[in-house]
């Protein structure tokens, strides 16, 4: 968990971009376990945001103090966190950027909050005029497929288990994108809102999941089609196609793959 009171080490009012590394723990997702104090597997990310003159934190759990303190600088902060190993890595971030936005709110201006190892930012968000026009939407990557696939109905199944209405937001938005949870994000309040809700699904009902799904996914479209779809914007400008590697492309934000 958070420490109760962690500065904010950057001027208050700017936006930031979060990412969580969480490692030495079994990850279904991607069915290995990340090595520790590894930087060179975020370092794609954080050179991304410097390179944008973008404000970045990575909350990890095993990054050492030499590691932190050899990349660390004036735009790239590191906080340590204690993983809640009754929660997965990709479902447990969601509760860190809670409780750190709830002590931060009146610092932040808007948040992204993204993968670590395989999204890159490939133009600043934050002073793009599809951005600053749309101030109270939320923003989020999306996947060239519907969500009535085989993959997502495996993934939900704990959910559609013990969520009441879970089947229903199913039948009806089965047909709609697929939205990705690896780059969410917006101004301070829609976040606040939204995390609060997300976090809150995932300690109600993903806890203790022994599944070989961890559910990100399956919470993520669930919470966003049911309470946000009518501000929610998604794709182009957001991310790029999802596994197409487009590394290149100037007319997105981030990359995803």
């Known amino acids: 968990m958070l420490s109760e009171a962690v500065a ?53 759990n095993n990054f050492s103090e030499a590691t932190c303190l050899k990349h660390q600088h004036a735009q790239l902060h590191f906080i340590q966190v204690t993983h809640d190993v009754t929660f ?12 750190y936005l709830k002590q931060h709110t009146s610092k932040i201006s808007h948040l992204f909050v993204t993968d670590a190892t395989d999204v890159v930012m490939l133009k600043n968000p934050f002073i793009d005029t599809f951005f600053t026009s749309n101030n109270n939407k939320l923003f989020c990557g999306d996947e060239p497929e519907i969500l009535d696939n085989e993959w997502m109905y495996h993934h939900s199944q704990t959910l559609r288990e013990k969520v009441e209405g879970y089947a229903d937001y199913e039948a009806q938005f089965k047909n709609s994108t697929l939205l990705n949870c690896g780059i969410i994000g917006g101004n301070v309040l829609v976040m606040n809102r939204f995390l609060e809700n997300l976090a809150s ?57």
């Open 8 to 60: 904010f080490p950057f001027k208050a009012g700017e936006p930031l971009v979060a990412t969580c590394h969480f490692t030495g723990i079994y990850d279904v997702n991607r069915d290995t376990t990340l090595p520790n104090d590894d930087f060179s597997l975020v370092s794609d990310w954080a050179n991304s945001l410097q390179k944008h003159n973008v404000n970045g934190i990575i909350f990890h």
């Open 88 to 99: 997965s890595p990709n479902v447990y971030r969601y509760i860190v950027y809670r409780e």
């Open 201 to 257: 699904i995932h300690e109600q009902y993903n806890r203790n999941n022994t599944s070989l799904y961890t559910g990100d996914m399956g919470a993520f479209n669930y919470l966003v089609r049911t309470m946000f779809n009518g501000f929610l914007l998604h794709g182009t400008s957001v991310n790029t196609v999802f596994k197409q590697y487009e590394n290149e492309r100037t007319d997105c934000w981030f990359c995803h793959k």
